[in-house]
């Protein structure tokens, strides 16, 4: 079974934090390198940040000294700690491996965190 769940998205002011969490099913996350993606309407979906197994961690650099990303091997958890919010960075945001996993010949994606940053 698959499983893909993210959650602490909302509604936030320009220059405020939110911590962002995705726990997965252990066929996804473990042994994986994990990712955010986020999606905004009518573009598509790209990364923001991976992580790979062993802790290392890379970001897109838009959000480089703003966003960290980190694991919990012992949940199948990883977060991403979000602060300095711009409105730019209003977007639905996904974890998954990298690459995506995939379910039944398709990628399989979770439902998303909704993050919207306006004052």
């Known amino acids: 079974q698959v499983q893909l769940a993210e959650s602490g998205g909302g509604l936030v002011q320009p220059g405020e934090s939110l911590r962002l969490s995705c726990a997965a099913s252990?066929?996804?996350?473990?042994?994986?390198?994990m990712a955010w993606y986020r999606q905004v309407p009518g573009k598509q979906r790209g990364v923001v940040a991976a992580i790979s197994k062993t802790g290392t961690a890379v970001y897109v650099d838009p959000v480089k000294g703003r966003f960290t990303i980190s694991r919990d091997d012992a949940k199948n958890t990883v977060y991403l700690q979000m602060n300095s919010l711009e409105t730019a960075d209003t977007a639905v945001y996904y974890c998954?491996?990298?690459?995506?996993?995939?379910?039944?010949?398709?990628?399989?994606w979770g439902q998303g965190t909704q993050v919207t940053v306006s004052s």
């Open positions: 998954n491996r990298v690459p995506p996993a995939k379910w039944g010949g398709r990628e399989y």
């Open positions: 252990g066929s996804i996350f473990s042994g994986a390198d």
